[in-house]
């Protein structure tokens, strides 16, 4: 098993741009999250699904943040424009009935 | 809704042991342990469900005590490579049969030679 596989790794942009972070599951785990790490704010649960439906958004900062999840196997996390405040690391999380395993996250930097 | 871990932070030599504890104020599904090193993903460690009970695994255990909603995480004999961020994340309902999870600051853990 590959594990929960995140792209990119690290990505820089410029503040305005788009930016479009990529994450596949462990096949067969029914539950997909996306977390934000930040020195001040720690691990934030931006966004979850279960069977690629949205279950509860109340984490994403602002509309400028948006995610999908098209099929079980495949999410994007998506900003535009981003902004310098939006640098951290982003975590893809998925599981099934045990604990949850994470991706390697992509760091992103807004300058 | 955010769990409270405490300490922030401890600092051990190898052999010694150490408890992290984790409070919330809401009512609890379940509780989460993960461990991150710097610079790499967090690690699960282990789940405890509702019902109080206890867990571990080699040298590291964890108790979940439901009623007061806390749980504490055991380290004896610590070892260079349980240095680390130490997490709780905590289970609660999200509506129906989903749980969401919210993790606290986080208890850095050094241990020395």
């Known amino acids: 098993d590959a594990g929960v596989i995140q792209s990119p790794r690290h990505e820089v942009t410029e503040m305005g741009q788009e930016v479009t972070l990529r994450c596949k599951p462990i096949s067969g785990h029914d539950y997909l999250f996306w977390y934000r790490q930040t020195m001040m704010r720690g691990l934030e649960l931006l966004i979850y699904?279960?069977?690629?439906?949205?279950?509860?958004d109340s984490g994403m900062p602002e509309d400028r943040f948006s995610a999908k999840m098209p099929n079980a196997s495949f999410s994007t996390l998506k900003i535009q424009p981003s902004e310098p405040r939006d640098s951290a690391v982003y975590f893809c999380?998925?599981?099934?009935?045990?604990?949850?395993?994470f991706g390697s996250g992509t760091r992103l930097t807004v300058v | 809704q955010q769990p409270v871990q405490s300490p922030q932070a401890v600092i051990l030599r190898e052999g010694e042991d150490a408890v992290i504890n984790c409070s919330s104020s809401?009512?609890?599904?379940?509780v989460h342990w993960y461990r991150q090193k710097h610079g790499e993903a967090p690690v699960f460690l282990m789940i405890?469900?509702?019902?109080?009970e206890q867990k571990g695994h080699d040298k590291i255990s964890a108790s979940f005590n439901e009623k007061k909603q806390q749980s504490s995480l055991y380290l004896t004999a610590s070892q260079l490579s349980y240095s680390g961020t130490y997490f709780c994340g905590t289970e609660i309902s999200s509506g129906g049969s989903n749980y969401k999870l919210t993790f606290g600051k986080g208890t850095l853990l050094t241990v020395n030679p």
């Open positions: 405890l469900l509702k019902g109080g």
């Open positions: 699904f279960n069977n690629n439906v949205p279950i509860d």
């Open positions: 809401k009512a609890l599904y379940s």
């Open positions: 999380a998925s599981r099934d009935r045990g604990g949850y395993t």
